[in-house]
């Protein structure tokens, strides 16, 4: 990184060469071996602003700290935007994984975004292989105990976020808080629903998971109480 005052001695020895190839043609042998060297100084100087990223082009700028940044990415189940927080939207889509009763097909639940783009493709049913289905809100304990309305059945949504702040993404279960510096994104409270779908035609479910202390030392857990979430970056 360079002080203004090196960027300003650049900036006059790019001036001094200017003159000089206008008035060359009239200078002597000493200072054109002054010449020389400053053009050389230049030279040498831009070489080492290319790489510190400081050299301007047409199509680049002068680098700030927050360029050096990549936010983090990561997907905001049950909702159709992302947190006021710094934090901008990639996408919104709809929650889709594997029929709930079948086995194989996706891993994990995955953002489908409202405007697919397909590749090549025959419509014809499968018999084999596995499906996407949507994403029903499922009741194993009553729903609107613990977001104030009743979602069972009702489909989630999801969003696909990008931190500007940060970089690093992490989710951590058992929590609604963060360690350390760690900054919340979002934990799962207030989830929303697609508008006029409420059908119960199950395909893929979101049930609460509740701790079991067969395995699980209890305290610090307790047999029976739904586990929270919290996403967190930085």
Not at 12 to 24: K, N, P
Not at 44 to 66: A, Q
Not at 143 to 163: H, I, M, N, T, Y
Request: aromatic share 10%; proline share 6%; charged share 20%.
């Amino acid at each position: 990184m360079y002080s203004s005052g090196e960027l300003y001695v650049l900036v006059f020895l790019t001036c001094v060469a200017l003159v000089v190839t206008q008035e060359g043609d009239k200078l002597s042998s000493s200072v054109r071996l002054l010449i020389n060297t400053i053009r050389s100084n230049i030279d040498s100087l831009e070489k080492e602003l290319e790489t510190e990223g400081l050299m301007c082009t047409d199509n680049d700028h002068v680098k700030t700290p927050d360029d050096t940044v990549t936010g983090a990415v990561y997907t905001r189940w049950g909702r159709t935007s992302c947190p006021e927080n710094g934090t901008e939207l990639v996408y919104n889509g709809f929650t889709a994984s594997s029929y709930y009763t079948h086995g194989g097909g996706a891993p994990n639940f995955l953002c489908l975004p409202m405007e697919p783009v397909w590749a090549d493709f025959d419509d014809a049913l499968s018999s084999t292989g596995d499906f996407l289905h949507g994403t029903e809100y499922e009741e194993s304990v009553p729903l609107s105990r613990f977001f104030g309305e009743d979602l069972d059945d009702k489909k989630a949504p999801c969003a696909v976020c990008q931190s500007m702040r940060h970089k690093n993404v992490l989710m951590i279960p058992g929590r609604t808080s963060c360690f350390g510096t760690w900054s919340r994104e979002y934990t799962d409270a207030k989830p929303e629903t697609i508008t006029g779908q409420a059908a119960n035609t199950n395909g893929a479910l979101l049930y609460f998971v509740e701790i079991r202390c067969d395995s699980l030392p209890c305290p610090p857990y307790v047999n029976g109480r739904e586990v929270p979430c919290v996403v967190c970056t930085n």
